[in-house]
Structure formats: C-alpha cells, structure tokens
C-alpha cells in the first residue's frame, strides 16, 4: 500500500470530544455494524467529515474505547459483575453503546476482567515499579498512566515505560478507577501501601496519577519482599 493510499485510510473519530485514529478498513471489516456500515456503504448521510478525514460522533467517548477495541480484535471485554454499583453502571453504559454501534452482544466475553488484566504487562510494570520503591526506601512517589505510557517519579526522575495497546488500558481503568486501587492494595497487601487515584484526564495532558503511600519501611519486609 502506497503512503497515499495508507493516509485515505486513515481516519479520525471524535467520539463526544474524545478522538481515536483507526483505519477505515478495520470498520469495514464488520459491515453489519454501524460504522462498518457507514464506511463500507459510503453512507452520505452520516459520513460528513468535519475536519478532513475527522468525523464526529455524538455519543459516550469514555466508553468508545471497549467498542474500539471490538473492531481491532473482534472481542468485546466487559467488566466482570460483582456488587459495586460504579461497576454494574459501567457495564450497562457499555451495552447501550453496544446497541446503538450495532455490535451484537453475543459477542461479549464474559470475564472476570481484572483477573484477566492482571498478567497484561501494564500491571506487571506497575507491581514491579512499587516493589522497586518499596526496596529502595521510599515512603511515598507518584505514578503517572497516560494513554502512551507509565511514569514512575521514584528517585524524582520520571522514566517512561511503553505498554502494548496503553490507550485501550488506559480509558479501561478511567472507566473503571476503584479497581486498579483496590487490585494493587490487595495483590500487594504486603506492602501495607495505599493507592490515591487522581482523574486529570480533563486535563490538556491527560493522565491518571497514582499516589503511593507505605507504611514506615520494615528492613525486615524488605528482605521478604526480596524475596518475593
């Protein structure tokens, strides 16, 4: 494919002021749906760029990040249920969005997602990045998770570490902030740490921060978590 041909295919989606670049042939991939339709069919009443190749979709551009991801895997992840009402609203937003995209919920794989998620990469990085801390004496440091990456100020010097698909686990847990919190408080109970989430994703950066609080150091846990 030509760089000409590669940049018509290219196109922008800005879902309720949230955009995602996709290829119109990952769409098109799924004409039963509602964009797979308006691309594959050049559906002139709905394809009315705003902005070049930018079109704009007045709908949840939080949770467009799960249907996204339906078109580039062909899976849709829904949180798993439990007795949070914030996790019961989430799924039933998804499954709105689900029908109005078209996408049949047949195609929901019931996981439990932060079961799931735990062995992804971001959360390896993550626990590997507070146990770190904890050995090296710090009491408290900043995490940053932003749709390209994780920063770590421990030290206080960032350092950037790269995540395969970071924008789809980034929006996964902006939908979801409880989860991460409670997830890295448990997994790492040991560390008797806790976890302050704070949404700057409003922001003209967007991110999420973490802030990490231990206990007083242990030298004692230390070794055990040397260990570990």
Known sequence: MSSEESNSNRIILNVGGYKYE????????????????????ND??????????????DRNGKIFTYILEFYRTGKMFIPRDDDTSKTENLRNMIKEEMEF???????????????????????????????????????????????YGIYSNNNKSFKEFEIDNMD????????????????????????????????????????????????????DDILKVNNK
């Open 22 to 41: 996709t290829l119109r042939s990952t769409l098109e991939a799924y004409p039963e749906t509602y964009l797979g339709e308006m691309f594959h069919n």
């Open 44 to 57: 002139n009443d709905k394809l009315q760029p705003t902005n070049g190749n930018e079109y704009f979709i």
């Open 101 to 147: 995209f078209k996408i049949p919920l047949a195609t929901e794989k019931r996981i439990d997602h932060w079961c799931q998620i735990s062995v992804n990469k971001l959360f390896v990085v993550l626990k590997d990045l507070i146990r770190k801390a904890y050995i090296q004496g710090a009491s408290d440091y900043l995490l940053i998770i932003t749709p």
């Open 168 to 219: 789809f686990w980034y929006h996964t847990i902006l939908n979801s902030p409880d989860s991460i919190t409670e997830y890295l408080e448990n997994d790492l109970s040991y560390l008797n740490l806790s976890v302050e989430y704070v949404d700057k994703s409003e922001e003209l950066n967007p991110s999420i921060e973490l802030n990490i609080y231990h206990d007083p150091i242990d030298y």
